[in-house]
């Protein structure tokens, strides 16, 4: 069984840079992801807020540059290779890959989060049929089309905005009457003819036939009336559900699963630490992501050396 001296779980922006950072420390370390590295930075179009890239950068190119700084300091990154679980062991912990098992002295869990969903019947019959979670990803099946977009951050408003250019009318459903998103977006959104903003309201129901989505019965939650709104395709942006179950057992985690950390990125069992989406924090970002690894590692040398 290989040795190391840190596993990164996660290949995002949080566990590429915690990789790199410990690459620079000389631990010898792997990262496992599950799928193609970078997670769900993947599915943005132009990542516009993080710092050095004037005009924004695309999710996938920002990623790859990520990957070419690890590769230049020696880490592997191993990909579509899934961890399974985690034992404890006196002193080390031992991580089941679905490549086999490997031993490390401390670990770094950075496997994000996933899109979460609403929870409403048709959603899951009518995944791949007109649901997704992605319109950077399935947008183009629906040029010409009618959309709606449910949710009411930064991810909703991108998507919504991303959509205007390729669907003939967007609808976006919040159930508040304000949105969170950040201040810019908002002002794109509102200037933009075909999007078309549905307030106080959540969808209830996702009909459709054996060809796909059809329709979103709609609720107003003022006057609990409830409507038909007749779509071709709708995109989930909800908020995210932290990829953490596998780490119930070994660590603390909030009420939703979200892992929690001190200000460096330990967690309630030492010798694990946790950064990114996983963890619990105020901001989902790129940006914040990359603080996370950084700190991880960091804390993660620490720990090292006092063992």
Not at 108 to 133: C, H, N, Y
Not at 147 to 170: C, F, P, Q, S, T
Not at 184 to 201: A, C, D, H, P
Not at 216 to 237: C, H, P, Q, W, Y
Request: charged share 25%.
């Amino acid at each position: 069984m290989e040795k190391f001296d840190v596993v990164i779980i996660g290949g995002g922006p949080a566990g590429l840079t915690a990789g790199i950072y410990c690459g620079r420390a000389k631990l010898k370390t792997v990262i496992f992801e599950a799928l193609s590295a970078g997670g769900q930075v993947l599915m943005a179009g132009t990542i516009e807020n993080y710092p050095g890239f004037p005009g924004g950068i695309s999710g996938p190119e920002l990623i790859e540059r990520f990957k070419k700084q690890l590769s230049e300091i020696g880490v592997p990154l191993t990909e579509f290779v899934k961890v399974e679980g985690v034992l404890e062991k006196e002193g080390s912990f031992i991580v089941k890959t679905t490549q086999g098992d490997v031993e490390a002295k401390c670990l770094i869990i950075a496997t994000g989060a996933q899109p979460a969903r609403l929870g409403v019947p048709g959603e899951d019959k009518f995944i791949g049929q007109g649901v997704s979670f992605c319109a950077y990803c399935d947008g183009f099946f629906f040029r010409d089309k009618k959309v709606a977009v449910i949710g009411g951050g930064d991810r909703a408003v991108e998507e919504a905005l991303y959509l205007k250019n390729l669907a003939k009318e967007v609808y976006l459903i919040h159930r508040r009457d304000r949105l969170r998103a950040q201040k810019v977006l908002q002002e794109r959104l509102f200037e933009s003819e075909n999007i078309k903003t549905i307030w106080n309201s959540v969808v209830t129901e996702i009909k459709g036939d054996q060809s796909g989505v059809k329709a979103l019965e709609i609720m107003d939650l003022n006057t609990g009336k409830r409507s038909l709104l007749e779509i071709d395709g709708v995109f989930v942006a909800v908020g995210q559900q932290p990829s953490s179950e596998i780490f119930r057992d070994l660590v603390e985690m909030d009420e939703k699963g979200f892992i929690k950390t001190d200000l460096k990125g330990a967690t309630s069992k030492a010798g694990i630490f946790a950064a990114g989406d996983v963890r619990v924090k105020e901001l989902r970002q790129v940006s914040t992501a990359v603080g996370d690894g950084a700190l991880a590692a960091w804390a993660a040398v620490e720990y090292l050396q006092e063992t």
